[in-house]
């Protein structure tokens, strides 16, 4: 599989587009001005604690306080607090948790009012973005991701990520990782790291406790809200995230962005620099790469497929609702085999569109009714692999016995919304046009203007094939009569492109005259 990374960068905002095999399956925003991101450390202060949610509110800084449920307060809590308040008041003079006690783990079944109190300071990391009128929802559970591994302090468990199948090289990565790691430090090993020598993990250990030490010196005296540590650019992040051998090209259109993606690859992929290439033209990048017509046409309430299927995605507060729709062209001997192909060309694309649009929680798909069980099984398999691919965390439910299909997904941002619908050019918008019967006193009002300020010059006039046959009706029709008026003969033509009640003046040289 091919893999692409174009990236658009404007003054404002940076546009990140993912594609495979040349179709889009993600694509980023990333504004200048955007504060608050998934993974950014903060040091807050409690505003409220709601013991009927078993939640507190806290002030980072953002407009609406953000959300702290009993269940991400971790069971290190205890530990954080100590440390955060020891290092405020300087009883604390080290990054370092060697000689650091660790407190009793909280319970998980435990209330809010028991463990925190109110305007408490407390170092908080975001776990889902605003959204819509919800303020972010946070986390005590502090991680700083890197390329290979996640560094989680307070914790002294070493965890490999299940998708490493060798078990032998689980074991490696084990031992190597507990014979490295900081006392009082936790790690998680990421697939990433699958084959990779001591050298490059240690590199990149020493280099998230160095962010860790970072996030220490800004604490005392500190004064809550106070944003302690900023996740990678979106750029890099996705980068760290994604990269891999099978990356065939990076393409970006900002010389500075360009330089900056080059250098963070060196730090952990020099191998991969050569991939990275600058788009010098001056034809905008998501077109020359067909990015910007795949948009327009994924995008709004009908993605439609290549066999003529369809599917409508509708959007609620509570859920979305996805229909499958074989269309006019579904046209087979065998009914069954032609509904289970539509299904899975389905399927197919409601994966891709989840990621594209970046939809989360509820999500509930109506394919075509099928009877065969084998089939059912087929498609709900096919599925699963379909979102593979995927990283956000998700759940595959079986057909229910209506045929519906029930995904969950998880939401750590705004979902991805483009407007693809363009002004009616006739009506501006407003569903209404001017009455039909006062076109050609429009027409004349502007004729008579050309005839003035351009007295000598040639003139053409291009309308609908219905109004040019209406103008030229008759002996002494509209052009004969303008003749007579100006004594100048007024060229009409017919533009089938020409909207109803449209047109357009053009001169000699075939230039259109611009009335306004």
């Given at each position: 599989?091919?893999?692409?990374?174009?990236i658009?960068?404007?003054?404002?905002?940076?546009?990140?587009?993912?594609?495979?095999?040349?179709?889009?399956?993600?694509?980023?925003?990333?504004?200048?001005?955007?504060?608050?991101s998934?993974?950014?450390?903060?040091?807050?202060?409690?505003?409220?604690?709601?013991?009927?949610?078993?939640?507190?509110?806290?002030?980072?800084?953002?407009?609406?306080?953000?959300?702290?449920?009993?269940?991400?307060?971790?069971?290190?809590?205890?530990?954080?607090?100590?440390?955060?308040?020891?290092?405020?008041?300087?009883?604390?003079?080290?990054?370092?948790?060697?000689?650091?006690?660790?407190?009793?783990?909280?319970?998980?079944?435990?209330?809010?009012?028991?463990?925190?109190?109110?305007?408490?300071?407390?170092?908080?990391?975001?776990?889902?973005?605003?959204?819509?009128?919800?303020?972010?929802?946070l986390?005590?559970?502090?991680?700083?991701?890197?390329?290979?591994?996640?560094?989680?302090?307070?914790n002294?468990?070493?965890?490999?990520?299940?998708?490493?199948?060798?078990?032998?090289?689980?074991?490696?990565?084990?031992?190597?990782?507990?014979?490295?790691?900081?006392?009082?430090?936790?790690?998680?090993?990421?697939?990433?790291?699958?084959?990779?020598?001591?050298?490059?993990?240690?590199?990149?250990?020493?280099?998230?406790?160095?962010?860790?030490?970072?996030?220490?010196?800004?604490?005392?005296?500190?004064?809550a809200?106070?944003?302690?540590?900023?996740?990678?650019?979106?750029?890099?992040?996705?980068?760290?995230?994604?990269?891999?051998?099978?990356?065939?090209?990076?393409?970006?259109?900002?010389?500075?962005?360009?330089?900056?993606?080059?250098?963070?690859?060196e730090?952990?992929?020099p191998?991969?620099?050569?991939i990275?290439?600058?788009?010098?033209?001056?034809?905008?990048?998501?077109?020359?790469?067909?990015?910007?017509?795949?948009i327009?046409?994924?995008?709004?309430?009908?993605?439609?497929?290549?066999?003529?299927?369809?599917?409508?995605?509708?959007?609620?507060?509570?859920?979305?609702?996805?229909?499958?729709?074989?269309?006019?062209?579904?046209?087979?001997?065998?009914?069954?085999?032609?509904?289970?192909?539509?299904?899975?060309?389905?399927?197919?694309?409601?994966?891709?569109?989840?990621?594209?649009?970046?939809?989360?929680?509820?999500?509930?798909?109506?394919?075509?009714?099928?009877?065969?069980?084998?089939?059912?099984?087929?498609?709900?398999?096919?599925?699963?692999?379909?979102?593979?691919?995927?990283?956000?965390?998700?759940?595959?439910?079986?057909?229910?016995?209506?045929?519906?299909?029930?995904?969950?997904?998880?939401?750590?941002?705004?979902?991805?919304?483009i407007?693809?619908?363009?002004?009616?050019?006739?009506?501006?918008?407003?569903?209404?046009?001017?009455?039909?019967?006062?076109?050609?006193?429009?027409?004349?009002?502007?004729?008579?203007?050309?005839?003035?300020?351009?007295?000598?010059?040639?003139?053409?006039?291009?309308?609908?094939?219905?109004?040019?046959?209406?103008?030229?009706?008759?002996?002494?029709?509209?052009?004969?009569?303008?003749?007579?008026?100006?004594?100048?003969?007024?060229?009409?033509?017919?533009?089938?492109?020409?909207?109803?009640?449209?047109?357009?003046?053009?001169?000699?040289?075939?230039?259109?005259?611009?009335?306004?």
């Amino acid at each position: 599989m091919e893999k692409e990374l174009i990236i658009n960068a404007t003054p404002t905002e940076v546009e990140i587009a993912l594609l495979e095999d040349s179709k889009l399956v993600e694509i980023h925003y990333q504004k200048t001005n955007n504060n608050f991101s998934v993974g950014d450390i903060f040091l807050g202060k409690i505003r409220r604690l709601m013991p009927g949610l078993n939640a507190a509110f806290v002030d980072i800084g953002h407009k609406k306080d953000a959300f702290l449920h009993y269940t991400d307060l971790g069971t290190k809590l205890r530990s954080l607090v100590k440390y955060t308040n020891g290092a405020i008041s300087g009883a604390i003079t080290t990054h370092k948790l060697d000689n650091f006690k660790i407190e009793p783990e909280t319970i998980k079944t435990g209330k809010i009012d028991q463990v925190l109190g109110k305007r408490d300071h407390l170092l908080v990391q975001i776990l889902k973005e605003p959204i819509s009128t919800k303020g972010p929802r946070l986390s005590c559970e502090i991680t700083i991701p890197g390329r290979y591994l996640v560094l989680t302090p307070f914790n002294d468990v070493v965890a490999v990520s299940k998708k490493i199948a060798n078990a032998e090289e689980r074991k490696r990565l084990q031992n190597l990782v507990e014979s490295i790691k900081p006392k009082h430090f936790g790690v998680i090993v990421r697939t990433a790291a699958e084959g990779k020598k001591v050298a490059d993990l240690h590199e990149e250990l020493s280099m998230m406790v160095q962010r860790w030490e970072e996030i220490y010196q800004q604490l005392p005296k500190a004064k809550a809200p106070l944003k302690l540590m900023s996740e990678l650019d979106k750029t890099s992040s996705i980068l760290r995230d994604l990269l891999s051998d099978s990356f065939n090209r990076i393409v970006v259109n900002d010389k500075q962005l360009y330089q900056n993606i080059r250098n963070y690859l060196e730090s952990f992929a020099p191998d991969q620099v050569k991939i990275v290439n600058l788009h010098k033209t001056n034809k905008p990048i998501f077109e020359v790469f067909g990015v910007t017509r795949q948009i327009k046409a994924s995008f709004g309430k009908t993605a439609t497929m290549p066999s003529g299927a369809y599917v409508v995605i509708e959007s609620t507060e509570a859920m979305h609702v996805i229909d499958v729709n074989s269309g006019h062209k579904m046209g087979s001997s065998n009914q069954e085999e032609a509904v289970l192909r539509v299904n899975l060309e389905a399927a197919e694309e409601i994966a891709r569109q989840l990621r594209l649009r970046d939809i989360g929680g509820i999500i509930i798909v109506d394919f075509i009714d099928m009877k065969n069980q084998e089939h059912k099984k087929q498609l709900v398999s096919a599925m699963k692999q379909f979102m593979k691919k995927d990283r956000a965390q998700h759940t595959i439910l079986p057909l229910s016995k209506f045929g519906l299909m029930q995904i969950t997904r998880q939401r750590v941002r705004p979902e991805v919304k483009i407007n693809t619908a363009e002004v009616c050019p006739t009506c501006n918008g407003t569903g209404k046009i001017n009455a039909s019967i006062l076109l050609l006193d429009e027409i004349e009002r502007d004729l008579n203007f050309i005839m003035q300020s351009r007295m000598r010059a040639k003139t053409k006039l291009k309308v609908h094939p219905y109004v040019e046959a209406y103008l030229k009706k008759g002996l002494l029709n509209t052009q004969v009569k303008w003749w007579m008026k100006y004594q100048r003969w007024i060229r009409i033509e017919a533009d089938s492109n020409c909207p109803m009640i449209q047109y357009r003046f053009f001169d000699e040289n075939d230039d259109e005259v611009r009335l306004s």
